[in-house]
C-alpha cells in the first residue's frame, strides 16, 4: 500500500526552479533510488519531502494526509527521517549523544541505542568517540543509525556513498541491505548506478527538475538509464 | 614522489604519461598543426594537499566550440579560470595564439580577447542592464565612449534584452540574469568565449533561445567552450566534446562518441562491472 505520496512538486531555489512536476509512489517496503546528473533535483526533492525545504506547489502526502506544510521536526514524529547529504553530525557530541538527541525528537519503536549499535557493530567501540573524530565511514553509519533513532516510516538517504572509500561504501550498503530486508521503506538518491539497480526495487532517473524515466531494475538496461540521463534523446523545442 | 616528477614531465612536453594519450588534437599530425587561438599545456592546479587538475591539456582553434563535461569537483570549473586568468596553474602554461599568457590576469587576459560568463552571475545590481554592458564594452577592449555605446546596443539586441536595457539588474528574473552575464562578456569583443554552465535552470524553450544566440556568435566566429551539464543542449552547438574527471581529461572528440564513450558513462553512474 502506498506510504508516500508526491503529487506534482515544484520546488525552487530563488529564481530557479529545481525540482518540475514531480509526481511518484512510494510503497510499504519498497525502495525507490534517485539518480539523475549534478543539478538534476534530487536532493532538493528529498529535502522538500522531509520537510527542510518548502515547495513552491503541489503536494506532499504521507498515508494519505497531506504533510505539504507540517514543519521538518513534526514531520519526524510522524515518521520521516533524512539522512542528509554530507551526514550533518553534531561533530562535538559523542556518537551515542547524536543517537539520542534523534531518539527523543522521534517516534516510539524498535530502534534504540541498543538495536542501532547492533545494526551497525563498527559504531559499538566508537559510542563515547566524539563524531568529528571519526572516519567518513563511520560517520555515515552514525547518520543512518540517528535516522533510525527516529523509529521512521521512511528513511531518505542522500547520497550515502559520498566521498567516502569503496570499503566503507560497501560496509554501509551491507547495513542498507539488511534493513531493506527487515521491510523498511526507503527513498535513496545514489550516484552508482550499478549499486541502485541492486539494492532498488525501482529507480527513477530525474533530468533538469523532471523524472524522466521509471521503472524496476529488472525492466531497466544501463543504457536506458544512460540515455535518460544525459537527455540525449531530447530535443529541444526549436 | 615519483608520479610527481612525472606529472611535471608532462607538462613540458604536453604528453599524457599516465593514459598514454597527446590529449590536444590527436588527428592532426604533431608537425604540420597549426597553432590553437587557446591553449592550456601539462595544467595542475593544487589546493593544499588537494589536486584539481592533473595534467590537463586543452586547446580550443579559432572559429571552433568545444564543450566540456564531467561530474562534480572533476575540475573543470578550475581549468576555466585557468584559461580566463582567474586563478593561476600550479605548473602548466596558457597560451594565447601561441604566446604564453599564464602570468597575466583577467583584466589583461580579457583585453586580450578571452572573455568569461560565470556559472553564478554578479551583475552590478544597483546599475542598469545598459550600465552593465557599456561597462565591458568601455572597459574590456578599450573602445571610445561613442564605439562602446554602439557596442552595447549590438549586444543586447543580440541578447534580446534591449526591452529590458533600462532596468536595474537586480531587478532581473534568472533568465536574463543569465543573458546579462553573456552580453557582458560579449561586449568585451572577444575572440573567444568561456560559459560556465549558462544554461542551468532554463525551460526547455529558454534553452532553446540560449542554442540560436550561441549559434549567431558560432557565425561571428567567435570561438566557444561551454561547461554544461545540460549535455543535450550543448551537442547543439559544439564540434568537439571534452569529458573530464577527477582532474583529467577521459575523453574527446565527436560529441556522440564521447557521450557512448564507457569511460564517461562510468565517471558518471559508476563502474558498469564494479558491484557484483
Known sequence: ?238 | MSDYSEQRLDSRTGFDVASGVVVSSPEEPAGGRSVPLLEAVGIQKRFGALVVLNGVNFAVGSDEAVGIVGPNGAGKTTLLSILAGAQRPSGGRVLLRGDDVTGAGSARRCRLGIARAHQVPKPFGDMTVFENVFVGAAMGSRKRRSEAYDRSLEVLELCDMLDVANRPAESLGLLHRKRLELARALATEPEVLLLDEIGAGLTDEEAAALVVTIRELRRQRVAIVWIEHIVHVLVQVIDRLVAMDAGRVIAEGAPDEVMRDAKVIDAYLGSAGAVA
Request: charged share 25%.
Open chain 1, 1 to 238: 500500500m502506498t506510504l508516500l505520496q508526491v503529487e506534482s512538486l515544484d520546488v525552487r531555489h530563488g529564481l530557479l526552479q529545481a525540482v518540475r512536476e514531480v509526481s511518484f509512489e512510494l510503497g510499504e517496503g519498497e525502495t525507490l533510488a534517485l539518480v539523475g546528473a549534478n543539478g538534476a533535483g534530487k536532493t532538493t526533492l528529498l529535502r522538500s519531502i522531509a520537510g527542510a525545504h518548502r515547495p513552491a506547489a503541489g503536494h506532499v502526502l504521507l498515508d494519505g494526509k497531506d504533510i505539504t506544510r507540517v514543519p521538518a521536526h513534526e514531520r519526524v514524529k510522524l515518521g520521516i527521517a533524512l539522512v542528509p547529504e554530507g551526514r550533518r553530525l553534531f561533530p562535538g557530541l559523542t556518537v551515542e549523544e547524536n543517537l539520542l538527541i534523534a531518539g527523543a525528537n522521534g517516534r516510539p519503536g524498535p530502534w534504540n541505542v541498543k538495536s542501532v549499535l547492533e545494526a551497525f557493530p563498527l559504531l559499538e567501540p566508537l559510542r563515547r568517540h566524539r563524531a568529528g573524530s571519526l572516519s567518513g565511514g563511520e560517520q555515515q553509519a552514525t547518520a543512518i543509525g540517528r535516522a533510525l533513532m527516529t523509529n521512521p516510516r521512511v528513511l531518505l538517504l542522500d547520497e550515502v556513498s559520498l566521498g567516502l572509500a569503496p570499503v566503507a561504501v560497501d560496509g554501509v550498503y551491507r547495513s542498507l541491505e539488511k534493513l531493506i530486508e527487515s521491510g523498511a521503506t526507503i527513498l535513496l538518491v545514489e550516484q552508482d548506478l550499478g549499486r541502485a539497480l541492486k539494492v532498488a526495487s525501482r529507480i527513477a532517473c530525474m533530468l533538469e527538475g523532471r523524472i524522466v524515466l521509471e521503472g524496476t531494475p529488472a525492466e531497466l538496461t544501463r543504457e536506458r538509464v544512460t540515455e535518460a540521463y544525459f537527455g540525449l534523446k531530447r530535443s529541444v523545442p526549436a
